[in-house]
């Protein structure tokens, strides 16, 4: 797995592996309107599914999205994703919004596991398209529009930080006193 994102699902284990399911489940506070541990990696996990799915088309049309890059694409992706930063207070699109995967409580351990064999699903056709497609953007993401394999891969570990201090919000006020 590329080492950025390798580097990311490491840091999700360390903070998801001690969790045991019940664990998993606690809201924030008992606010059952913030998301569990277990429905943040569900967010990620449907985001990293849209990626595999669009990444799956593109391989299958046996060419690049052929969708122009625009002035509000390039000027999203400097403003959030190439500053490192993930738009804050914004709704996760209904594609990715937690309680579509009807799964079980699941340990952090579990969860962890989910999460590495997802990533390397998509990593794996990003580099698949890469080798495919070259360097251009090669799929469309809902907000910042045709992206590059190592776009792709940038962005998801902006998104993965910023629902990793969410993770870790969360995890710190349910298990401590």
């Not at 399911?21 to 599914?49: C, F, I, K, T």
């Not at 009807?102 to 590495?116: F, K, V, Y």
Request: glycine share 8%.
């Amino acid at each position: 797995m590329h080492p950025a994102l390798d580097c990311m699902c490491q840091a999700y284990a360390e903070a998801l592996e001690p969790l045991t399911a019940v664990q998993s489940q606690a809201h924030p506070a008992g606010n059952l309107d913030r998301w569990n541990a277990q429905q943040v990696v569900e967010h990620l996990l449907l985001s990293y599914r849209s990626t595999i799915r669009g990444l799956e088309e593109r391989l299958l049309k046996g060419r690049a999205t052929q969708a122009p890059v625009t002035p509000q694409h390039e000027m999203m992706w400097r403003r959030y994703i190439g500053a490192g930063v993930f738009p804050a207070g914004q709704k996760a699109p209904p594609i990715v919004v937690p309680g579509q995967m009807d799964a079980a409580p699941m340990s952090g351990l579990a969860l962890t596991s989910s999460l590495r064999t997802d990533l390397e699903t998509m990593d794996g056709l990003l580099d698949q398209c890469a080798a495919k497609f070259g360097p251009r953007p090669m799929a469309s993401h809902i907000a910042f529009g045709p992206l590059s394999a190592d776009q792709w891969r940038e962005f998801h570990c902006v998104h993965g930080r910023h629902h990793l201090i969410q993770l870790n919000y969360t995890i710190s006020s349910t298990t401590t006193g």
